[in-house]
């Protein structure tokens, strides 16, 4: 997952006049996609314009207009939707430098956010992560996303068959909803997550080799991205839960304060998962110092019991001419007598110290 | 325990409506069984309703009535009374979806509560976690459960043979003393807890095995949960303590801030317990290393021994023609000599050393 | 130290009715010992009383009444006192219920404290703790211990022989002088565990074992126990200082800012305990690595001079016909001074590793 | 990094007046340079002054003046600059004594700030840092620096070249480029150490070595100085942001939350880096340990196999007389067979516990 | 350093009364030096005066008098000054117990301060720390310190020599400067610290011993030991810039923020140490873990090439009279080629493990 990613492009823009409009990410789209989708109770359109200004003439409409933006290479279009929404330029370089720390801006007459979207594709099994920001105005919410593809699917279900209560709501509401489908979508990885500590506990336990190692390792570095990205997540929330806008009504109140409390609920998940993996290491080391001490009993035994026998076969095999044992006719079975009494009475000793 | 249950029910939710009545958990009865007690100072009655409209009647007694739910996969007896007794949608939400973080809300004419229940089952030895959902209002409490069986048996008989004040006292004394009584039983999961860290240390320092490593991260991560479990419940207690509603008479306030003295005691238990768990891994740590010290000893000391003298019986197993010792009559009981001395002495040395 | 005891305490207390009075704590004495002690600037008056009654004429008098009770088993005298002194049921209850967190409440017409009493008794070389809660009104403290035998000799002494300033002050200043008392006796606990922790140090760098490991382990468990002790109490005195409560006079700040500031350095005390104590452990594990290191160098010496001597003889232990080196009369001590150049050859090497 | 360097500054300052003027520092270059830029919308004008008093006269001007100083060590040139000026003499210590936490000081004629500045040298791959002092007055700005070179190259150009708002805007909009390029520049750095991880993550789990070990504790120090210099910069936006300065206009203020949002970019980076690293060494541990262990593994396989195969030619090595089996023709051949199925066996036994 | 003693010292006062004036600490001085410093901005005297009495005569001047004893023991003396300057008998307590929290109290007529003074003798290279206590008061300073010697000797110099601003100032100053002189002592201590820190890496990456272990501990608690001496101070001096004391001119406030400043930056470095040092043992445990693998691996590959040889010759050492490949003439050059290519083999597969 991209920290490195986001520090680099952090990077490429130092030294630029703030509020240069330069897209600083991967370009990840070939051309930018344009979705509309206005609605209001009664009524409902939607539609992909190619030309940015097909979506001015909802401005002045009083239904709700969401302006959906897939791909952030191309300035000009970025430019002209906020020479016309009137956005403040250090907005615009926010929403093109991805790689943004969650936050929440009350501009008076527009709320910005900038959020983390996590989405597990099935098909790749992996993580995608892309920058979301949205600007909540009177009438409109924009949306900007740096490729295509997203968790919004189900909102656009319901606006466009008017299920639950969108299409009777503001834009305040629809914003709301956005949020909520983000934060939900975290709840997906954790759960991957989830499956992926459970799997290394099993590992860990019955049979830990350096390859568990490298996924601890890999798992607490995904933890602290994933820990950086939501923490300041709460803020926002709460920030926006706060503010004292008018384009937020007192009814979606409730339901921020819904989508907070699943925040908080994330972090301590998160943080959880932190002790775990963090308890993780320890049982990794104890389980390859058990590993090693049974390896190490197995040959204590062995030769513990086989040198001393080898001394005594060492000391009959000596030429001196006066060795008398020699010349006795049951010096021989004797001594292995001797030999076989001797591993036995060692083999007792390991047994009562618990080495066997 | 359930952490990760818990991450998996909300990721089921994904997308779907907010307020949208679904229940989410393990549907671990077949029918929902709903029991209604009604009682003032002077009279009291209580009784198992078949149909939730049953209810209805009481809700505009004077007497303080306390419908419990048990079961919650019937969503249609939720709503129902979601809509008899007029409760905001999201909490009906919250009700249904478990695995909530504890949480308080003031819904000027209710209170909403929701917190987990943890039982110890004697028959089976196993912990039962439950959600515990409480509405406050005017005149009643409802309280909504997972499943039969629960911490309230002595409230309920309380009630009955009018012991205590509680037939005196309004709904919000019922509340407090149900919030009491889940608060209590976590003691008696913490002294469970208790005897299984004096079990652990035992072990830990008389005769660490692999099984010890599991039981200690096992334990851990119980604390882990536990923890997050019981870190909401001071804040949630907290804020009834401090609410301004009406529906908590003043009268109520020291017994809350004594539940709020015990959730306090039960967080700082819990901090020990962590404390004292993670300081245990050390042990086992130390132990381990101990114990492969005291193997490696015997090992070096016979090696030590042994392998110098294998040396000397070597040197004169050799077949060279001109060994002059091998032809002395004294060469071979001076040898014995010489070995022995050399043990003794390489003894010594290792008793000096304290290897011994 | 009873960490377990106050969890069992507590759960043995689950589903008693709030505010029922049973005395939860071993039942360290036979009979509950009452004294009363009543004084002024000028008169004084110390008596044991047997029946609690004969304490209730002192509660009208204009002089300072400390009344003292030793033993909680004799549930109905506490009952009475709270009768006539009008003590909230959940105080009474806190006061039997031993094990309680340190605390301090405002109930306008008294103050209620409760805290742990530490005390070091020589004889027996064991720490003693007990709770202790004091109850000052108007006119009048009272003390409930469990047990006879405290810290408060000395201030009897100074009651006794009107030394000092207590004869002159109000109950308040007697209240501050069993605190400080308290907070005293702490100072001698933590110079015992300085101690200990001196001796385990030597132990440590000097002589590692098993039993030291023991030791810091039981050690840590008691700085955990004393910690979760202390902690509350920096809340409690703070509590005290900033109340607004007409029983304590504004000349008894400065006193109670002076245990605060005692309390304060406990506490500090007990962290940087707590510091060392966590970093024993490593040192103790350190040792242990240096301690087999030093081990397996003997054993690597030994065995890497002499394994390549033994196959040398061997070699010439061998019964080939054709081994023509035999026959020569020069082999044999030649042999031997090519051993013994390898052997020096073999220690120079270590010694330039620094192994030995 | 400095942090020695550092502490020693101060304990040469250790005696000296308040307010002596004393560079502490190594002296970097030989000559003072001087640098004024003075400029508006319409005009703009840069020259190189070898005398201080030449800057004096953009003083009483309407324009914007940056004064610009690189070299510490003529302090002559410090105390005429304060004197015209009129900055207080603490002012003028901190700017010389260097290694100071950044601050910021509101000092209501002029703003003080005094902050790190890190910058990359590519031709010598090493990190330069520099202390900075800036003071803001109503219509310049001073800088101070210890060596010639800097990360404002970019801001310069922008003034030359009118780029951008810069020559629209008074001097808090040039202090607040200042402070942007320092704070970007520290992107530079990250980047730089995100790379470093990574190449020692390679390492740590394919090629473990001492120098690994010294790379991890090098960068990990590192980290603690970064560190040490970055947490006060949080402070020292928040004051400009939040103080009530008439030097900072409103316009101003997007701007530099804007920094602010970067500066927690950059503390959370460095936090992240921490936990990365400190979980680094744990892992170097393990990856030791495992590498022991495979270490340990060949050595008890080969001479648990052969220790008991030497003890049996041993046995048949002796020179008894009496040794029946030596005589036998199929003896030798079949004590092969039983040696090949012995360490058949063990090898066996091996793959069976996995420790092949 | 002391932190045991201060335990005790604590634990000898316990039981007295409080206020009771008796010194506790190390009796370090025969007998108590007094030295009055009295200056305005135009004259200047300096005497040592024998009987404290003579001090008084200084109370009713306009001009400022620095009052300094050196030596606690006599208590006659302290209770003298306590009585004519009208000091509460519980600051004259706190300045006899040394081993005090470093504190600030505000009596209104005049200021407490009590704090660690650190100085390093050159002599004995060791810490000295003694407890200071500063009472301010209108038109006077008395410093109370344990023993001669003391870090303000260049503060004298300046009265004497009307260096600086100090002749100009009020009192307030005065104890600013004895507060900053007693914190640019703290950078010396810091320094010798940075020094021996830099000396303790050295070892523990090129030859950790046990020494290095031992020295690692020391330095841990002495570091344990000077942060709680010095968090503290930031709250007092805190305390006094916040203080709204009429003692305190608001001119000295920017100098107390400076010595304010300090002080956060002694914490940071103490905090930094902190952190390098715990990162230290485990370097230690690191180091010492690769050691052991050196040396381990030594050990196998002597046992892993000879072990198996000495097998081979041990079998053609068998005195079977049926071994046919004794009489080969080739057999015994044979053997050895095999053995040789045998070794190579073996040598070549741990250069390729890169175990050598």
Redo the contacts between chains.
């Keep these: 997952m991209g920290?490195?990613k986001?520090?680099?492009r952090?990077?490429q823009?130092?030294?630029?006049?703030?509020?240069?409009l330069i897209h600083i990410g991967e370009r990840k789209l070939e051309t930018v996609r344009i979705t509309v989708i206005d609605y209001d109770e009664n009524s409902f359109q939607e539609k992909q314009v190619t030309k940015i200004e097909d979506c001015f003439e909802f401005k002045n409409t009083p239904m709700v207009t969401w302006i959906n933006i897939d791909g952030l290479h191309n300035t000009e279009i970025i430019e002209k939707i906020g020479k016309h929404y009137d956005i403040?330029p250090?907005v615009l370089e926010d929403i093109l430098h991805t790689g943004?720390?969650a936050?929440f801006?009350d501009h008076e007459k527009y709320i910005f956010l900038v959020l983390m979207m996590l989405r597990f594709e099935d098909d790749t099994q992996t993580v995608i992560s892309e920058q979301v920001s949205l600007v909540l105005g009177a009438n409109y919410v924009i949306s900007f996303q740096e490729d295509i593809g997203d968790?919004f699917e189900?909102i656009r279900d319901?606006i466009r068959n008017a299920?639950?209560?969108i299409r009777k709501m503001g834009p305040d509401y629809l914003m709301y909803?956005l949020l909520?489908?983000i934060v939900?979508?975290y709840?997906?990885i954790?759960?991957k997550l989830?499956?992926e500590i459970?799997l290394m506990?099993e590992d860990l336990?019955r049979?830990p080799t350096?390859k568990t190692?490298?996924q601890i390792?890999n798992f607490?570095?995904e933890i602290?991205?994933l820990r950086?990205s939501i923490w300041p997540l709460r803020e926002l929330i709460n920030g926006i839960e706060h503010s004292e806008s008018d384009l937020i009504q007192d009814s979606t109140g409730?339901?921020l304060?819904?989508v907070y409390?699943?925040t908080?609920?994330v972090i301590?998940?998160v943080?959880?998962f932190r002790?775990?993996v963090s308890?993780m290491?320890?049982?990794?080391?104890?389980?390859?110092?058990?590993?090693?001490?049974a390896?190490?009993?197995?040959?204590?035994i062995?030769?513990?019991i086989?040198?001393?026998?080898?001394?005594i076969?060492?000391?009959?095999?000596?030429?001196?001419?006066?060795?008398p044992?020699?010349?006795?006719?049951?010096?021989?079975p004797a001594?292995w007598l001797v030999m076989i009494i001797l591993a036995g009475v060692m083999l007792y000793y390991f047994k009562r110290k618990?080495?066997l």
């Design positions: 920290k490195k986001q520090v680099k952090n990077s823009k130092a030294g630029l006049l703030p509020g240069t403040h250090l943004q720390r936050k801006e968790v189900q319901r299920k639950g209560r909803s909520d489908a939900d979508s709840f997906v954790l759960e989830g499956e459970e506990e336990l049979n350096e190692l490298q390792h607490k570095r602290i991205y950086k409730a339901y304060r819904d409390d699943h908080i609920q301590d998940t943080e959880s002790d775990i308890g290491l320890d049982i990794y080391l104890s389980s390859i110092s058990n590993r090693m001490n390896v190490m009993k197995v040959l204590t062995i030769a513990t086989f040198i001393p026998l080898t001394f076969a060492g000391v009959y095999g000596m030429n001196f001419e006066n060795m044992e020699l010349r006795l006719w049951w010096a021989y001594l618990k080495w």
